[in-house]
Every structure is written in C-alpha cells, then in structure tokens.
C-alpha cells in the first residue's frame, strides 16, 4: 500500500487532456514538501516532468503541468500524443518514512 | 551530457552480499546529493536511501526496509556511489536505479537517472 495514493490507470483520445491525482495526508504533500512527477516506461530510466509542485525541468513541452491542493496534488497533460503512454508516478517526502512514491497510473492513449 | 551508469547487478543467493556502482559523468559529482530507487517485478517504483554531498556531512538515510542492511557510501574521486546490499532476501530481487538529486536533501526531485541494474535474489 503506497503512501501516495494514484488511479492505477487513466485513458484518453489523442489531442484530448488528462489529469492524474495524488492524495497524500498531512505527513506530506500537506507538510508543504513539494510534490514531483516521474514519466516511467519499465526497464528505462524514469524522466522527470515536474518538480516542487509546478516547475518543468528545461526540455519538458508546457503540455505537461503539475498543481497541489491541500494534501493532493495532481498532473494534467494536455494535447495528448500517442508517445506519452507510459507510467506515472508522483513522489514526495514524509515525515515519518522518508521518500515516498504513489503506487503508479498508467496512462493509456487511445 | 550527465550520465549515470549502474553496474554490479546479478544473481544472489538468500543471505548473501552484493555492492552496485553508480558511476557518474558529465558534471561535478561531489556537489549532488544521490539517491537510489528500485522496482521490484510488476510493482512500482521505491525509494531505497540517500547520500548527502561532502558538504552535509555525506549524511545517509534508508527506508525502513534496508535499514540495517543496506548502507549507501561515495567516492567523489572517481565519481561513483555504491549500495552495499547484506543479508539480502527475495523481497529484495528489483532493477536497481541510481539518480542525482536536484538539491541537498532527498526531498528534492532527482533529475536524472541511470538504466538500472537487475538484482536477482533466488536460491
């Protein structure tokens, strides 16, 4: 059981928009630690989208965008492409167990 | 360009040792903080601990799991960080990452990552 909770899966029409949540508690994402995002195919090195909540690395298309709330935190793609299947994972810190990862979304395009 | 390569991975038996190298290039590796993460067969992705830079002290933390068992060390020298993993279970059977941290502490993002190794752990 994941300290971050993600949907184990989301699916979208290319060109449409799709947002994945991450609900946390107050150990974390409601501790003000920031909030990251990782695109992930297994077997390949994760790729960062989205750091301390809202801020794209250099190279990441403005497409991507990352928002938090209280104890969640979530990550909207826009304009789907095809080449954005992949798995999602949003991590953060927690007080009482260090690094910690949602369990997963896996983002599929129709 | 950054780039960071594991090695070391393999197949070990319950209850032995191994250590896996994360070697470093393309930028000043005693400035960063690293971390190690790992994905276990059709599970997700798992923090496994950190190193701080020389600057703080090369403090290390683990998760709860490790604690104990697995210590994380650098040798900024030759641009490499290491997992010593003892006393290993099949719990522990996982591709292993190596990533630079974005900042000081391991509650910042890390920003890029190396491929893996592959952490085998059967009898």
């Known amino acids: 059981q994941s300290v971050l909770t993600q949907p184990p899966s989301v699916s979208a029409a290319p060109g449409q928009r799709v947002t994945i949540s991450c609900t946390g508690s107050s150990s974390n994402i409601g501790a003000h630690y920031g909030v990251h995002w990782y695109q992930h195919l297994p077997g390949t090195a994760p790729k960062l989208l989205i750091y301390?909540?809202?801020n794209r690395p250099s190279g990441i298309p403005d497409r991507f965008s990352g928002s938090t709330s209280g104890t969640s935190a979530s990550l909207a793609i826009s304009g789907l492409q095809a080449e954005d299947e992949a798995d999602y994972y949003c991590q953060s810190y927690d007080t009482s167990r260090g690094v910690v990862f949602g369990g997963g979304t896996k983002l599929t395009v129709l | 360009e950054v780039q960071l390569v594991e090695s070391g991975g393999g197949l070990v038996k319950p209850g032995r040792s191994l250590r896996l190298s994360c070697t470093g290039s393309?930028?000043?590796?005693?400035?960063?903080?690293m971390s190690w993460f790992r994905q276990a067969p059709g599970k997700g992705l798992e923090w496994v601990g950190f190193i701080r830079s020389k600057r703080y002290a090369e403090n290390t933390e683990y998760v709860a799991s490790v604690k104990g068992r697995f210590t994380i060390s650098r040798d900024d020298s030759k641009g490499i960080a290491y997992l010593q993993m003892n006393s290993l279970n099949t719990e522990d059977t996982a591709l292993y990452y190596c990533a630079r941290a974005r900042g000081w502490s391991s509650t910042y993002s890390s920003d890029y990552w190396g491929q893996g190794a592959l952490v085998t752990v059967s009898s």
């Open positions: 301390g909540n809202i």
């Open positions: 393309g930028f000043t590796f005693g400035d960063y903080g």
